[in-house]
């Protein structure tokens, strides 16, 4: 009998070439088009984006306020600076002024003179206090954020399994914080055409044992092939010729933080391996201890 299909909040209809639907990443493979600037949430995008672009950002806002401020006390005139630094032209000394006033340093050996030059101080301390306010709060937002780091194996693999065969992927934890009650929820997509339209459907895969109660080894998530399965019968060249992906989303809860978290991944046909097994990816060493090698999460070994 023919499964239900399903939209799962990544469309069913489209049209032209698409990639697979979730990035390596995790990241959905949706680019946004269209937004107003008042939709944009900057605290939001620098708590999720990367590092090395969070630290530029937030250099070249430090660099931009200080660079404004200088122009506006070369603006009221140099003079009002005094203690100048002779070896620097006026606009580094304005400047660097400015960065010990941002910062709250004052070292003192450049100080404001007259009405105008000690308002615009006065202003850039306060600005300073409430940018590097921000600046804490997103630190802490991004280090204290619970993430999983959950580890994939490179294929997912059509294995032996019983009398027949199924559809395994493996995972483990790259960190050393307890994850437990993990979910595993799994759907397989494919792509047709109906009447000239590409057409996406979805269905859900039943699996041997969609939660466990720990997680400090490795995971094999198994989803037996029988005659109900969407992947009965279904051999690489099907696969690809339907554009076929594995949506997976795993749950779990964080004891460190206290909170659940997600990873999201897939596997496209062409990441599907017929006739593998993985190997053992941990074992006992001599004082009764298990040891997990995490490298050997993608170990795996050819069929006949």
């Known amino acids: 009998m023919k499964q239900e299909s399903f939209d799962p909040g990544l469309t ?3 049209s032209g070439e698409l990639r697979r639907t979730i990035n390596r ?3 959905f493979n949706v680019r946004r088009k269209g937004l107003r600037l008042r939709d944009v949430n900057l605290y939001l995008k620098l708590i999720d984006t990367t590092w090395p672009w969070f630290l530029a950002v937030v250099l070249s806002i430090f660099l931009a306020v200080n660079m404004l401020f200088a122009g506006i006390y070369l603006a009221i005139g140099a003079e009002h600076l005094r203690g100048n630094e002779p070896e620097m032209n006026a606009f580094l ?3 660097f002024f400015s960065v010990h006033t941002l910062t709250t340093v004052g070292y003192g050996n450049i100080y404001p003179v007259g009405n105008w030059a ?14 590097f306010a921000l600046a804490t709060g997103l630190l802490y937002g991004r280090f204290s954020r619970p993430s999983a780091r959950i580890l994939f194996s490179d294929h997912a693999l059509i294995s032996p399994y019983q009398d027949g065969s199924s559809l395994q992927f493996r995972i483990t934890n790259a960190r050393s914080n307890v994850l437990m009650d993990m979910e595993a929820r799994i759907l397989l997509m494919t792509v047709n055409t109906t009447d000239g339209i590409l057409k996406r459907d979805y269905f859900d895969l039943p699996l041997e044992r969609r939660t466990v109660y720990f997680f400090p080894l490795t995971w094999t998530i198994v989803h037996p092939i029988d005659e109900a399965s969407p992947l009965y019968g279904k051999t690489a060249q099907d696969l690809a010729r339907q554009a076929a992906e594995i949506l997976i989303l795993i749950q779990g809860f964080d004891d460190t933080f206290s909170q659940l978290v997600h990873a999201r991944y897939s596997y496209r046909h062409d ?11 941990f074992h006992v060493d001599q004082k009764g201890d298990l040891v997990l090698d995490v490298d050997r999460i993608d170990e795996l070994k050819m069929l006949g």
């Open 12 to 14: 069913t209809q489209f």
């Open 25 to 27: 990443d995790g990241s």
């Open 93 to 95: 000394n304005a400047f």
């Open 118 to 131: 000690n308002a615009v101080s006065a202003l850039e301390a306060t600005a300073g206090l409430m940018i």
């Open 271 to 281: 990441e599907i391996l017929f006739g593998a097994k993985f190997e053992p990816a």
